[in-house]
């Protein structure tokens, strides 16, 4: 029984520091994060960042609550981004066309 505990220990620390270790130091602007910063967030994947460049390529993000917007995105994900994530808002006049 104690070796089960063990084990499991290990694998928790693992696991917890592969998925932690991945995440960004400091939120990622939505209007502004590349492909690559946007993959850093947890349960993004390259379509998924790919979606939300499409997304405010249309229409820049106003809150980061328009990410359950994106096909993919539901609110168990969108609970797991949020403290990684905010929404700096354009500068009038300088959208893009």
């Known amino acids: 029984m104690r070796r089960f505990g063990v084990v499991f220990l290990i ?6 520091s592969t998925v932690l270790g991945n995440a960004p130091k400091r939120p990622i602007d939505l209007n502004s994060a590349s492909v690559r910063q946007l993959m850093v967030l947890p349960g993004i994947g390259r379509h998924r960042a790919r979606r939300i460049i499409l ?3 249309r229409k820049p993000f106003r809150r980061s609550s328009e990410l359950l917007k994106i096909r993919g ?17 354009p500068k009038a006049g300088l959208t893009k066309r």
């Open 73 to 89: 995105i539901g609110r168990k994900l969108y609970h797991r981004l949020r403290p990684f994530v905010h929404v700096v808002p």
């Open 11 to 16: 694998l928790f620390l693992g696991f917890s």
């Open 55 to 57: 997304m405010r390529e």
